[in-house]
């Protein structure tokens, strides 16, 4: 099994910044590939925010794009997502999901956090 822990979550003003963190841990023989943050707001679907592979390609939704970073530490199977210029509209509960298999003989599936959440007042 894979497990993720999110942290850093919490509440700031429009403009302010945040940092996410998501550490992956699992058995000896698992593996971690690709990473991302996901988000959503009451009412709404789960979208996508921010993805990294292990090689350390990005894709960003359009609506974080030159506000918010991703990035990762392989060797501590974490990923980060670094928000700034924060808006009242990215007021959402953020998941971690990681792409990864629990050991050489299991399938590769997602594994999600239990989501932290964000709330950016006006």
């Known amino acids: 099994q894979v497990q993720l822990v999110e942290s850093g979550g919490g509440l700031v003003q429009a403009g302010g910044s945040l940092r996410l963190s998501c550490a992956a841990s699992?058995?000896?023989?698992?593996?971690?590939?690709?990473m991302g943050w996901y988000r959503q707001a009451p009412g709404k679907q789960r979208e996508l925010v921010a993805s990294i592979t292990s090689g350390g390609s990005t894709n960003y939704a359009d609506s974080v794009k030159g506000r918010f970073t991703i990035s990762r530490d392989n060797a501590k199977n974490t990923v980060y997502l670094q928000m700034n210029s924060l808006k009242p509209e990215d007021t959402a509960v953020y998941y971690c999901?990681?792409?990864?298999?629990?050991?050489?003989?299991?399938?590769?599936?997602?594994?999600w956090g239990q989501g932290t959440q964000v709330t950016v007042s006006s």
């Open positions: 999901k990681a792409k990864g298999r629990a050991n050489f003989y299991a399938p590769m599936r997602d594994y």
């Open positions: 699992g058995g000896r023989y698992s593996s971690i590939n690709d």
